[in-house]
């Protein structure tokens, strides 16, 4: 069973759009995280999220807006992106976002924004 | 600040050599965490080793080993008798001073048959 699922795995929008990433972990973890990953850049954090507490935004654009609902589900919704935001988007959960616990890693969501 | 660098960014060796991914760390802290993420083409990342900085014991699992030297800074990682199954992104990750990881750009590895 995969530990920590995002859907969907391929999202193509326009400039204009509204969409949203969904992020599932079943591991019984308190702390989910957003990662963007793009090409010949090491991984970004964006948000993190403490029993559904936001803990983290590292001076992301407003038109991402995380929402955490309980601790399992973390979304990220997508309004009025540049091309320059296409990127794998990465949902993570640890044990607790205090303490040097791994973090598992969903596959990713590859946003192509035209 | 924190920093990690691999300098290596793409590696390639035929099937079953040896190979070692470098990972050079910075940090002023005096404790901290490294990790060793693997990414293969499905996307995730998937967890390999955590190891603290009052650790220095080097650590074996299977085919891969680990090489901590805080007289370096280096955190490297080796794959013994590499199988195509190990063609990935590797990514090394210091955690210091507060929960955020810092990743170094990663290596991809590739094994040719």
């Known amino acids: 069973e995969t530990g920590v699922t995002q859907t969907p795995r391929h999202l193509v929008m326009g400039m204009t759009n509204k969409k949203s990433l969904k992020c599932e972990q079943h591991?019984?973890?308190?702390?989910m995280y957003w990662y963007k990953q793009s090409a010949k850049k090491p991984l970004e954090l964006m948000f993190v999220?403490?029993?559904?507490?936001?803990?983290e935004n590292n001076s992301v654009p407003s038109r991402f807006s995380p929402e955490c609902p309980n601790s399992s589900h973390l979304f990220l919704h997508l309004h009025t992106l540049q091309p320059e935001d296409s990127a794998l988007y990465l949902c993570?959960?640890?044990?607790?976002?205090?303490?040097?616990?791994?973090?598992?890693f969903g596959p990713g969501t590859r946003l192509t924004v035209t | 600040a924190q920093k990690v660098t691999q300098a290596q960014t793409e590696i390639s060796v035929v099937e079953k050599e040896d190979v070692t991914l470098d990972c050079v760390y910075e940090t002023r802290d005096t404790t901290y965490y490294l990790f060793w993420y693997k990414q293969p083409p499905s996307g995730e990342l998937v967890f390999l080793i955590r190891?603290?900085?009052?650790?220095?014991q080097n650590e074996i699992s299977g085919r891969y080993s680990w090489n901590f030297q805080k007289s370096t800074s280096s955190f490297n990682f080796t794959i013994t008798a590499s199988q195509v199954v190990d063609s990935a992104v590797y990514f090394c990750a210091l955690r210091a001073g507060s929960y955020q990881l810092t990743f170094g750009k990663g290596t991809k590895l590739s094994v040719i048959p």
């Open positions: 999220y403490s029993l559904e507490e936001r803990v």
């Open positions: 591991l019984g973890h308190n702390a």
């Open positions: 190891r603290n900085s009052f650790d220095e």
């Open positions: 993570a959960s640890s044990q607790d976002f205090q303490g040097a616990y791994e973090q598992y």
